[in-house]
């Protein structure tokens, strides 16, 4: 079975600066896809970046990049030039490539402080 | 404590039958949500629910598609007169609380996939 764990339950960071939550899983699973959700106070949930396991180059997306190290099954979040409107919940979550069974971790708390 | 149970995690409906899909929240938790994951896509958020209460339902299809959270038991999306399109996996999260109020997190059932056929 495949496990997401997310080991900050919250982090904070002022505005402007960098931060990076982790999410490490588990999995026997060669080929699967990783993603990193943001949840603002609206529920609504938010696809930030993904990731395709057979890629070894890091998902970049404006502000928003991914450290993926398949060997350690780690799979960081970067934001930087943190903004007040990026503060959220944030998900990390596992799916294998070959059907719909996405896992998720816990969630980070994210605050940014003006 | 048992975490955000969804069942089944598999359903198969013909077209035209009738998809319920079953969210026990997590132990203390009053708050449940519904989210579409349609394939290739990410979570669409459905429907936000309270005991007894739907507080925001603007994701929710107007036809075919309901939820309730009784007082009682498990919160219930039910799909009326499924098409293929309904096609997707189902995810439930339930919170204590509101999220994004107080620190209040939102923990993920495992889903259910619909298929219809």
């Known amino acids: 079975a495949q496990t997401v764990t997310q080991s900050q339950p919250e982090m904070s960071v002022q505005e402007a600066e960098t931060v990076t939550l982790s999410c490490t899983y588990d999995?026997?699973?060669?080929?699967?896809?990783l993603f990193w959700y943001k949840q603002p106070p609206s529920r609504q949930m938010i696809l930030v970046i993904r990731?395709?396991?057979?890629?070894?180059q890091n998902a970049t997306e404006n502000r928003f990049s991914v450290n993926f190290q398949k060997a350690a099954k780690s799979f960081s979040l970067k934001i930087s030039d943190s903004q007040l409107g990026d503060t959220a919940m944030y998900f990390c979550?596992?799916?294998?490539?070959?059907?719909?069974?996405?896992?998720f971790g816990a969630g980070t708390r994210l605050t940014v402080k003006p | 404590n048992a975490g955000v149970m969804q069942n089944p995690r598999h359903l198969v409906r013909r077209r035209g039958q009738e998809a319920r899909l079953r969210c026990s929240p997590m132990?203390?938790?009053?708050?449940v949500y519904w989210y579409r994951q349609l394939p290739e896509e990410g979570l669409k958020f459905m429907v936000y629910?309270?005991?007894?209460?739907?507080?925001?339902e603007s994701g929710m299809p107007k036809e075919r598609f309901s939820a309730e959270f009784p007082k009682e038991g498990p919160s219930i999306l039910r799909i009326q007169q499924v098409v293929r399109g309904d096609s997707a996996a189902y995810f439930c999260?339930?919170?204590?609380?509101?999220?994004?109020?107080?620190?209040?997190?939102?923990?993920f059932g495992q889903g259910t996939r619909l298929t219809v056929v």
């Open positions: 132990k203390g938790h009053s708050h």
């Open positions: 999995t026997s699973e060669s080929n699967y896809y």
């Open positions: 979550a596992f799916m294998p490539y070959n059907n719909n069974d996405m896992r």
């Open positions: 990731q395709e396991a057979y890629k070894q």
């Open positions: 629910l309270q005991k007894e209460n739907i507080i925001d």
């Open positions: 999260a339930s919170s204590i609380g509101e999220t994004g109020v107080m620190n209040t997190e939102a923990f």
